[in-house]
């Protein structure tokens, strides 16, 4: 059974943030959170393992690796975290942990490049709230976010759109995309015309501690496979902020694993 309590948790999330630390200043201690015997990898740049892991870090050119881990959550066994970064270059990501028996036995993650201006609503893909909220609405807001995602992103029922949020008030930090419903509409009607289509076809993972939710899917970007992490942030039972990252899943030639990205 594991355990949820307020003191576990908030060490876990110490731990992950130890961790991921750790890549930038090289301090050894935080790897052993890992359990040594199983450390399950789905970041398809690194093989299975401590020692995937530790291959990946080799290959960072030396002093380049930034972390500053922005938001850190707690859901159940898994521990997720938003990190602005330089790993093999300027990027935003995501990070999943799984833990069991107390050490870390599994992670995943999605990482993009940073973008270099706001988005039209001037907003960055990392700034905004923090702080965890509304615990007690965790899993209805987990409901909620994971109706969105089905209901409008996979199947694409617009009849149900407006129910999800406050009127306009939505603050968007894609850096693509302007606040609001209206902006969201802007940028869908904007691909459409370019050719460029967005599909989301597979819910993977949808974690959340109270009035934060993020949601790992699976999909199409471009033409190209596509996996798609999305941080909603929850409030009065609307949808109210939303931040994400999209990276492209590579031929599976290419894998450094067998685990797949999910």
Known sequence: MADHTPSVSDQRKKEVTALLKSIETGDPAP???????????????AADGLAGFGALLQQLPANSAKVNTVRVFQDGDYVFTHTDYNFFGPKFGFDVFRYENGKIVEHWDNLQEKS?????????????????????????????VSGFVTDILVNGDMTKLQGYFNGDSYIQHNPQIGDGLSGLGAALEAMAKQGITMKYDKVHKVLGEGNFVLVLSEGTFGGKHTSFYDLFRVENEKIAEHWDTIETIPAQSEWKNNNGKF
């Open 31 to 45: 790897i052993g959170y890992i359990n040594p015997d199983k450390y399950i990898q789905h970041n398809l740049g």
């Open 116 to 144: 270099t201006t706001p988005n039209p609503s001037g907003q960055t893909m990392i700034d905004g709230p923090t702080q965890v909220s509304d615990l007690a609405k965790t899993e209805a807001n987990k409901s909620l």
